[in-house]
């Protein structure tokens, strides 16, 4: 079992950035592929960023290459999402998942989710 707290939300202006944050329990979080999803009201979650279990390979959405890094540290049990040039068609709720199965664009592989966090980007 792993359980997933994201932070670092809030409220920025167009243009700025954030760092979220994922902590996951367990001992066993190097051996997840962890993943960043969005869902923004009335639309369907959307795949953001993706890193494997050693953090040697990256997958980014179409919509975030170049603005956004993801990034981990399994020491602290933690995956990051640096977001910059943050537009206001990122705001969403940010969610944080699990993969025992590895890296994946699609939300089906992901065992674990965290609660979410609201980032908002004003214009």
């Known amino acids: 079992q792993v359980e997933l707290v994201e932070s670092g939300g809030g409220l920025v202006q167009a243009g700025g950035s954030l760092r979220l944050s994922c902590v996951a329990s367990?001992?066993?979080?190097?051996?997840?592929?962890m993943g960043w999803f969005r869902q923004a009201p009335g639309k369907e979650r959307e795949f953001v960023a993706a890193?494997?279990?050693?953090?040697?390979?990256?997958y980014y959405g179409d919509s975030v290459k170049g603005r956004f890094t993801i990034s981990r540290d399994n020491a602290k049990n933690t995956v990051y999402l640096q977001m910059s040039s943050l537009k206001p068609e990122d705001t969403a709720v940010y969610y944080c998942?699990?993969?025992?199965?590895?890296?994946?664009?699609?939300?089906?592989?992901?065992?674990?989710w965290g609660q979410g966090t609201q980032v908002t980007v004003s214009s």
């Open positions: 998942a699990a993969s025992y199965s590895g890296s994946s664009y699609s939300e089906r592989a992901y065992d674990y």
């Open positions: 367990g001992r066993t979080f190097s051996s997840y592929a």
């Open positions: 890193i494997s279990w050693s953090g040697n390979s990256k």
